[in-house]
């Protein structure tokens, strides 16, 4: 809990993490409302799904271009710069009147938050290769306590009657709150680096980070969607716990977030991604008894394991010499992104196929290639 201290008690460190929290609080409160926006427009699931996946492919279209956009400008200006772009770009899919119009709301909201993505975790590791201090893991925290207080904010859906005017108040919370702490952040540049021409030596590192990142976010991907039909259809739960996987896996995602620092200063990066594979993986072990309250305990474990990869991932990829900071970011999120959205319908396709059971196999051999490749990162620091 250092690092969660740390944060609440500066304002340098609490700027950048309330960033991560505005970029939930504004995309859970989108997605509460994803059911009211297809039955406003009058569309069908597929064609819900293809103005969704609009919004991943602004994700991605960003990727390549955000790294050279933040060197220019400064990392600091680019992460308040994202808050500015990724609050406008809320309003608009909850006030397209057709389709194509929320295709291309979503595509410019997915744009945004993808830049923004990319700042803030570049940011962090500025901020801790500046300070010698560690935080990463708590900031991706408070993205997931961004997410609780979307969540919360879904109490106002009936009083309000109104989803644009509940978005407008969540961009007021988050750019309010933004303008205050951002002169905390905004000055801040990224440290010179010794670039090295491209070699295929220079590469290794970040494709093999690139990989662990694609697997830990797709089984979290796998998790979030897949979770809730397992209990119901293999542990056969009631119906008052099909929603407990995931809800337990939040929570621990959260709480291992906050915890994570602390304890990455002691083991080590690498160890800590280690150790996040080994819980997953008993964790996987209790959800595959198909047992419905061991199965709740290990999709619990799983999200302790899963809190700290993602975060001490970004902060090696920050840190790999010859490559700055930003371009080592851009990499890990757009790889980590793939795997979470391309995971979840690949496991749809094997368990139609298959079973439920057999995805969890698969996730369960994810997390043992991801503890195998920290041996690989081991020997490089080596």
């Not at 644009?164 to 010179?192: E, R, S, T, W």
């Not at 996987?284 to 001490?312: D, H, K, N, R, W």
Request: proline share 4%; charged share 10%.
């Amino acid at each position: 809990m250092k690092s969660l201290f740390l944060i609440l008690s500066n304002p340098r460190y609490f700027g950048p993490a309330w960033v991560f929290a505005s970029l939930n609080i504004l995309f859970g409160t989108w997605a509460i409302y994803i059911p009211m926006v297809k039955e406003g427009l009058e569309i069908d699931k597929s064609q819900l799904g293809l103005a969704i996946f609009f919004l991943s492919l602004g994700v991605f279209t960003v990727f390549p271009i955000a790294a050279k956009i933040i060197n220019s400008v400064g990392v600091g200006r680019a992460t308040a710069f994202g808050v500015f772009i990724s609050c406008v770009a809320a309003l608009l899919p909850l006030v397209a009147p057709s389709l194509y119009t929320l295709m291309a709301a979503l595509f410019l909201f997915g744009a945004s938050n993808g830049f923004t993505d990319i700042s803030m975790n570049t940011l962090v590791t500025e901020l801790e290769k500046e300070d010698k201090a560690k935080f990463m893991s708590a900031a991706h925290g408070f993205f997931s306590l961004g997410g609780v207080l979307a969540g919360l904010g879904s109490f106002l859906i009936g009083p309000l009657g109104n989803p644009p005017l509940h978005m407008l108040l969540a961009v007021l919370l988050v750019l309010g709150v933004n303008f205050i702490f951002m002169k905390q952040y905004y000055p801040v540049k990224a440290a010179p680096v010794e670039k090295e021409p491209f070699s295929l030596k220079l590469f290794k590192p970040l494709l093999l980070l690139g990989l662990v990142s694609f697997m830990s976010m797709g089984s979290e991907g796998a998790i979030v969607d897949w979770s809730g039909l397992y209990l119901k259809e293999i542990s056969l739960a009631p119906e008052a716990l099909w929603g407990a996987g995931f809800l337990g896996f939040q929570v621990t995602m959260t709480l291992g977030r906050f915890l994570g620092d602390g304890i990455s200063e002691k083991l080590g990066s690498v160890k800590m991604v280690a150790l996040g594979a080994l819980i997953a993986m008993t964790g996987y072990g209790l959800v595959l008894t198909t047992q419905t309250y061991l199965a709740i305990i290990g999709f619990a474990l799983s999200g302790l394991g899963f809190s700290v990869m993602v975060p001490e991932l970004f902060r090696i990829g920050g840190n790999v010499r010859g490559v700055e900071s930003s371009q080592g970011v851009s990499f890990i999120a757009g790889m980590g992104y793939m795997g979470f959205l391309v995971a979840p319908p690949v496991l749809g396709f094997v368990a139609k196929s298959t079973s439920l059971v057999v995805c969890f196999v698969i996730l369960l051999s994810c997390a043992l290639l991801v503890l195998a490749a920290t041996a690989f990162m081991n020997r490089k620091k080596g």
